[in-house]
T-cell receptor, first 115, second 117 residues
Framework: QQQVKQSPQSLIVQKGGISIINCAYENTAFDYFPWYQQFPGKGPALLIAIRPDVSEKKEGRFTISFNKSAKQFSLHIMDSQPGDSATYFCAARPYYGGATNKLIFGTGTLLAVQP | DAGVIQSPRHEVTEMGQEVTLRCKPISGHDYLFWYRQTMMRGLELLIYFNNNVPIDDSGMPEDRFSAKMPNASFSTLKIQPSEPRDSAVYFC???????????????FGAGSRLTVL
């Protein structure tokens, strides 16, 4: 049933480095691709999102790159900080001819940024 | 707003017992979602409601799971009988309708951690 594949499962990055998390989706119509960030003991929270008519979106140190033809999208965290240590989920929203707000999530990436 | 409120935060029970998880969505949100999080499978959508009506329950694992939303401010997820493989963190999330501000954003509760012995 999994339609969104996420990698890597875990990632260790040095402070100031670039964290890169990748996602790929299968042959389903999706119209919205958010990334959620989850800290231990908390629920996931929206970090940044992109629509398929845009190839890149940047918000501060966080950038989504989107490749529609390859059905892939990725999250880049520039100048990674220890406070970025969290689990990151990519997601995709199926489009059935109308918005549903239903999100299909990837399996998550546990990011640890070492000081 | 206090956000999405879930209870209990932690539940430890024995196999075969009934478990009821509760959720209070954000006032005015038309959509309510139940997700389950495990290490192996990540966040899985179990069921979601629109205006208190179940829209898609294809993610509900089996008949032991049931969910209700009797009104706009309350939903329950029930497992009866519970099994050790049901151990996970269960999240409730809500979002506004598609025509409203913030329509694309799911707001999650803090989760209910279930352990079935």
């Amino acid at each position: 049933q999994q339609q969104v594949k996420q990698s890597p499962q875990s990632l260790i990055v040095q402070k100031g480095g670039i964290s890169i998390i990748n996602c790929a989706y299968e042959n389903t119509a999706f119209d919205y691709f958010p990334w959620y960030q989850q800290f231990p003991g908390k629920g996931p929270a929206l970090l940044i999102a992109i629509r398929p008519d845009v190839s890149e979106k940047k918000e501060g140190r966080f950038t989504i790159s989107f490749n529609k033809s390859a059905k892939q999208f990725s999250l880049h965290i520039m100048d990674s900080q220890p406070g970025d240590s969290a689990t990151y989920f990519c997601a995709a929203r199926p489009y059935y001819g109308g918005a549903t707000n239903k999100l299909i999530f990837g399996t998550g990436t546990l990011l640890a940024v070492q000081p | 707003d206090a956000g999405v409120i879930q209870s209990p935060r932690h539940e430890v029970t024995e196999m075969g017992q009934e478990v009821t998880l509760r959720c209070k969505p954000i006032s005015g949100h038309d959509y309510l979602f139940w997700y389950r999080q495990t290490m192996m499978r990540g966040l899985e959508l179990l069921i979601y409601f629109n205006n208190n009506v179940p829209i898609d329950d294809s993610g509900m694992p089996e008949d032991r799971f049931s969910a209700k939303m009797p009104n706009a401010s309350f939903s329950t997820l029930k497992i009866q009988p519970s099994e050790p493989r049901d151990s996970a963190v269960y999240f409730c999330a809500s979002s506004p309708g598609p025509e409203r501000s913030g329509a694309n954003v799911l707001t999650f509760g803090a989760g209910s951690r279930l352990t079935v012995l």
